[in-house]
């Protein structure tokens, strides 16, 4: 438990800060606005943690003087009623290289956090982004992770992701066509119950698969 207080209200805190960690869903973004222009100046650092590869054009407007430094979340944590986090497994992060990034990291790692700083960031993002679109096929057909053991859904998931990788190396990501199977194998082999915490609740999914859509 982090102990407080915690505040729900801007206007009762002060700032500017030297650091901010953004982990609300990317279609939260914008609700942020009135919490990074009280927290936020010109040496503030706003790490940005959450799906998509769009993070530092979305968040940067609203704390334009501050450096926005996105990442990549490599765990699983689900909300429950009560209002505590069941965190499943290691929490791992992923941040880009340069001085910014690693002030996050060393910030991360002291509150038991394993955190990577990667030179090829891009191709990060990129990947994560991939694996949560076949994710979406869950959602898009009612169906859990189970559903990737059919030889018929395991074919339309290559061609789906071949189509993501093809969009993801137009932006620079290097990933090869190894990564078609790498990644449906791993849907595969999932438990047969698995299925993505936006399904069944309605969420949103654009951060996920609009860009590949729209790119």
Same mark, same amino acid.
């Given at each position: 438990?982090? $102990?407080?207080? @915690?505040?729900?209200?801007?206007?009762?805190?002060?700032? +500017?800060?030297?650091?901010?960690?953004?982990?609300?869903?990317?279609?939260?973004?914008?609700?942020?606005?009135?919490?990074?222009?009280?927290?936020?100046?010109?040496? !503030?650092?706003?790490?940005?943690?959450?799906?998509?590869? %769009?993070? @530092?054009?979305? @968040?940067?407007?609203?704390? +334009?003087?501050? #450096?926005?430094?996105?990442?990549?979340?490599?765990?699983?944590? &689900?909300?429950?009623?009560?209002?505590?986090?069941?965190?499943?497994?290691? /929490?791992?992060?992923?941040? $880009?290289?340069?001085?910014?990034? &690693?002030?996050?990291? %060393?910030?991360?790692?002291?509150?038991?956090?394993?955190?990577?700083?990667? +030179?090829?960031? #891009?191709?990060?993002?990129?990947?994560?982004?991939?694996? =949560?679109?076949?994710?979406?096929?869950?959602? *898009?057909?009612?169906?859990?992770?189970?559903?990737?053991?059919?030889?018929?859904?395991?074919?339309?998931?290559?061609?789906?992701?071949? &189509?993501?990788?093809?969009?993801?190396? /137009? &932006?620079?990501?290097? *990933?090869?066509?190894?990564?078609?199977? %790498?990644?449906?194998? *791993?849907?595969?082999?999932?438990?047969? #119950?698995? /299925?993505?915490?936006?399904?069944? !609740?309605?969420?949103?999914?654009?951060?996920? =698969?609009? #860009?590949?859509?729209?790119?």
């Amino acid at each position: 438990m982090v $102990p407080g207080p @915690v505040h729900t209200d801007p206007d009762d805190v002060a700032g +500017p800060v030297e650091v901010v960690i953004l982990a609300v869903k990317a279609t939260q973004n914008d609700s942020t606005r009135g919490w990074l222009a009280r927290l936020c100046g010109e040496h !503030t650092v706003v790490a940005v943690l959450q799906n998509g590869v %769009e993070q @530092v054009e979305q @968040v940067q407007p609203h704390c +334009p003087s501050s #450096t926005v430094v996105p990442g990549s979340v490599w765990f699983s944590a &689900e909300t429950q009623p009560d209002g505590w986090v069941r965190l499943r497994g290691e /929490a791992a992060l992923v941040l $880009p290289t340069g001085a910014a990034a &690693e002030a996050v990291a %060393e910030l991360l790692r002291g509150a038991g956090a394993r955190v990577d700083c990667d +030179p090829d960031f #891009t191709t990060v993002l990129w990947r994560k982004l991939v694996l =949560n679109a076949l994710a979406g096929l869950m959602a *898009l057909s009612g169906r859990r992770s189970g559903m990737f053991r059919r030889d018929d859904v395991a074919a339309l998931s290559r061609r789906y992701v071949a &189509e993501c990788l093809a969009v993801a190396r /137009a &932006e620079g990501a290097r *990933l090869g066509d190894d990564a078609v199977e %790498e990644m449906v194998n *791993l849907f595969r082999s999932a438990p047969r #119950t698995w /299925a993505p915490q936006s399904w069944p !609740t309605g969420k949103p999914i654009g951060a996920w =698969n609009g #860009t590949c859509a729209t790119e």
